[in-house]
T-cell receptor, first 117, second 114 residues
C-alpha cells in the first residue's frame, strides 16, 4: 500500500536553531501534501497545504516565515521550523494522497516529535 | 464551515464488549467522513471512509460506521473489543468534499480492560 515516510522520527534541538522535517511519498506521487501539528493529548491541527512547484497555503494563525514549507518534487515536502522555541515542541505529521488515483484517501506519515530545549 | 465533534474524550470498555465511539459532523457540502486510529507516537491509520455511497461502511479490524444524515452522525462501532484496539480514534471531515484536507475531531481515547 501507499507509504508516507517522515524523517526524522524525533529530534531534539536547542532554542534558536532551525530544524528540517522531511515527508516523502515512497511509492506514489503527491502533488499536494498536508502538514499537521499535534500537541500532547490533543487533536491534529492543519498547519498548511504544500503544493508541488508552488507556494504553500497556510492556515490562519500559522506563521509562514517560521514554518517554511518546500515541495520541490512530487515525492518530497519539507517543513523547516526556523528559530525554534520551546513552544514549538510538538508532534508534526504530514499526509499525502496519490495524485494518480481518483479515490485515493490521505496517507499519513508516522510523525516527527520535536523537542526544543 | 466543516467541523466534527467527538462526544467523549475517553471511552473504556471490557474486552469482548461493544465499542461505540460517537462523531457528529457539520458540513455545508455533501461530506466525506473518515475514522482514523492513532497508536502512541505514530501517525494515523485509516480505519474507514464514507464517500456518499453505502451508508454503512465497513473498515479494517472489524470496525464499521453508519452515516446518518438526519442525525448528522457517523458513529464508529465494533461488536467485540480486543486489547489491541486500545488507541486514540479521530473522526474527520473533508473540508471541501472529496479527498482533500481534513478537519479532525478532538479524538477519543479508547481503553480496553480485561
Amino acid at each position: 500500500g501507499a507509504v508516507v515516510s517522515q524523517h526524522p522520527s524525533w529530534v531534539i534541538c536547542k532554542s534558536g536553531t532551525s530544524v528540517k522535517i522531511e515527508c516523502r511519498s515512497l511509492d506514489f506521487q503527491a502533488t499536494t501534501m498536508f502538514w499537521y501539528r499535534q500537541f500532547p493529548k490533543q487533536s491534529l491541527m492543519l498547519m498548511a497545504t504544500s503544493n508541488e512547484g508552488s507556494k504553500a497555503t497556510y492556515e490562519q494563525g500559522v506563521e509562514k516565515d517560521k514554518f517554511l514549507i518546500n515541495h520541490a518534487s512530487l515525492t518530497l515536502s519539507t517543513l523547516t521550523v526556523t528559530s525554534a522555541h520551546p513552544e514549538d515542541s510538538s508532534f508534526y505529521i504530514c499526509s499525502a494522497r496519490d495524485a494518480g488515483k481518483y479515490n485515493s484517501p490521505l496517507h499519513f506519515g508516522n510523525g516527527t516529535r520535536l523537542t526544543v530545549t | 464551515a466543516q467541523s466534527v465533534t467527538q462526544l467523549g474524550s475517553h471511552v473504556s470498555v471490557s474486552e469482548g464488549a461493544l465499542v461505540l465511539l460517537r462523531c457528529n459532523y457539520s458540513s455545508s457540502v455533501p461530506p466525506y467522513l473518515f475514522w482514523y486510529v492513532q497508536y502512541p507516537n505514530q501517525g494515523l491509520q485509516l480505519l474507514l471512509k464514507y464517500t456518499s455511497a453505502a451508508t454503512l461502511v465497513k473498515g479494517i479490524n472489524g470496525f464499521e460506521a453508519e452515516f446518518k444524515k438526519s442525525e448528522t452522525s457517523f458513529h464508529l462501532t465494533k461488536p467485540s473489543a480486543h486489547m489491541s484496539d486500545a488507541a486514540e480514534y479521530f473522526c474527520a471531515v473533508s473540508v471541501s468534499g472529496g479527498y482533500n484536507k481534513l478537519i479532525f475531531g478532538a479524538g477519543t481515547r479508547l481503553a480496553v480492560h480485561p
